[in-house]
């Protein structure tokens, strides 16, 4: 665990801070008022297609400048936007980045994977492996290149770790310089450090974190980091998390998830994600249904990112394609 003495400072990576818009037709649509619902901009972090890895990033990528790291090696799916933004952060360092992903070249294509080429990585596909195996040719990848006389960074799963939930921490406090009346505010839960970070700024009464399906225990996991920030437990009891989004699993495009992405981009013109942000906004649209965001009360949905995965999401791309209505020719 890296405490307070000797932690590295972060490396500027993004643009701070991101927008607080408001939601007014996507409120109206779900029965707030037009000043209730807010969107905090983190999709517009500026890096490498944006997104909140970014934030986490910095100081990841500071430990790894501290330690003179000549390669950045991390995990993910094959449509990872925290692989997209390392690839993009280990460019902008002037670093080689190795990524290391689950299933297969010839079963993935386009989204992020176009973008982790564009930026210059190098892919490592290990089959179809669960999280400790994906973990561990990661490790064997990076003794290999330290073999080869190279530094090689060890980047966590999701860029979540207690120092880098440190990012998440810091856009606790900006956003409550930018709504001090904030009662909730709601993030996609993948892999843990971006709802540790909030925990650990606003409380976990104020952050309700929506399941994606990307760790087997999203309370033991945010706990964990949330403890490590704050020094002391923060109970898993303590979280407010909704579950019930997964669906079939992680890369799964649900129904409600299809709903939300239609309804968002119909009131208010912006896209969210089938995996992440996409299932954030279906348990935000639960919230409301069931009660726990009320009428009268400030909500700011925290948009993460992932448009690129969009464009790799072949069941999200044929919905949205089969929305488009069809006109009739001009004379």
């Given at each position: 665990?890296?405490?307070?003495?000797?932690?590295?400072?972060?490396v500027?990576?993004?643009?701070?801070?991101?927008?607080?818009?408001?939601?007014?037709?996507?409120a109206?649509?779900?029965?707030?008022?037009?000043?209730?619902?807010?969107?905090?901009?983190?999709?517009?972090?500026?890096?490498?297609?944006?997104?909140n890895?970014?934030?986490?990033?910095?100081?990841?990528?500071?430990?790894?400048?501290?330690?003179?790291?000549?390669?950045?090696?991390?995990?993910?799916?094959?449509?990872?936007n925290?692989?997209?933004?390392?690839?993009?952060?280990?460019?902008?360092l002037?670093?080689?980045?190795?990524?290391?992903?689950?299933?297969?070249?010839?079963?993935?294509?386009?989204?992020n994977?176009?973008?982790?080429?564009?930026?210059?990585?190098?892919?490592?596909?290990?089959?179809?492996?669960?999280?400790?195996?994906?973990?561990?040719t990661?490790?064997?990848?990076?003794?290999?290149?330290?073999?080869?006389?190279?530094?090689?960074?060890?980047?966590?799963?999701?860029?979540?770790?207690?120092?880098?939930?440190?990012?998440?921490?810091?856009?606790?406090?900006?956003?409550?310089?930018?709504?001090?009346?904030l009662?909730?505010?709601?993030?996609?839960l993948g892999s843990?450090?971006?709802a540790?970070?909030?925990v650990?700024?606003?409380?976990p009464?104020?952050?309700?974190?929506?399941?994606?399906?990307?760790?087997?225990?999203?309370?033991?996991?945010?706990?964990?980091?949330?403890?490590?920030?704050?020094?002391?437990?923060?109970?898993?009891?303590?979280?407010r998390?909704?579950?019930?989004?997964?669906?079939a699993?992680?890369?799964?495009?649900?129904?409600?998830?299809?709903?939300?992405?239609?309804?968002?981009?119909?009131?208010?013109?912006i896209?969210?994600?089938?995996?992440?942000?996409?299932r954030?906004m279906?348990?935000?649209?639960a919230?409301?249904?069931?009660?726990?965001?009320?009428?009268?009360?400030?909500t700011?949905?925290?948009?993460?990112?992932?448009?690129?995965?969009?464009?790799?999401?072949?069941?999200?791309l044929?919905?949205?394609?089969?929305?488009?209505?069809?006109?009739?020719?001009a004379?």
């Amino acid at each position: 665990m890296t405490s307070a003495s000797d932690a590295p400072q972060p490396v500027p990576l993004g643009t701070w801070p991101t927008p607080l818009e408001p939601l007014p037709g996507l409120a109206r649509a779900l029965g707030l008022g037009p000043d209730d619902l807010w969107i905090k901009r983190d999709d517009l972090t500026g890096l490498g297609g944006g997104g909140n890895k970014t934030r986490k990033l910095e100081w990841l990528c500071g430990q790894a400048v501290a330690a003179g790291a000549t390669h950045l090696v991390t995990t993910g799916a094959p449509q990872s936007n925290h692989a997209r933004l390392t690839a993009a952060a280990g460019a902008r360092l002037g670093m080689e980045v190795v990524l290391v992903l689950a299933g297969t070249r010839d079963a993935s294509a386009g989204g992020n994977l176009a973008l982790d080429g564009l930026f210059g990585a190098t892919a490592v596909w290990a089959g179809d492996v669960r999280s400790d195996a994906l973990a561990a040719t990661a490790r064997e990848v990076a003794d290999r290149l330290r073999a080869d006389g190279t530094v090689p960074e060890l980047i966590p799963f999701g860029g979540s770790s207690v120092l880098g939930a440190r990012g998440y921490a810091a856009c606790g406090r900006e956003l409550l310089a930018q709504a001090p009346d904030l009662t909730t505010v709601v993030a996609a839960l993948g892999s843990g450090g971006t709802a540790a970070g909030l925990v650990h700024a606003l409380g976990p009464d104020r952050v309700l974190g929506v399941h994606c399906g990307a760790v087997p225990d999203p309370a033991a996991t945010v706990s964990a980091f949330a403890s490590g920030l704050a020094g002391g437990d923060v109970p898993a009891e303590t979280l407010r998390l909704r579950l019930d989004q997964v669906g079939a699993g992680y890369g799964a495009l649900t129904e409600p998830v299809s709903a939300a992405l239609k309804l968002t981009a119909r009131t208010e013109g912006i896209v969210l994600d089938p995996v992440y942000t996409g299932r954030a906004m279906a348990g935000l649209i639960a919230a409301v249904r069931d009660g726990d965001i009320a009428p009268g009360a400030r909500t700011v949905f925290l948009h993460t990112g992932g448009l690129p995965g969009f464009f790799g999401h072949p069941a999200a791309l044929a919905a949205a394609e089969a929305g488009l209505a069809a006109g009739t020719a001009a004379p």
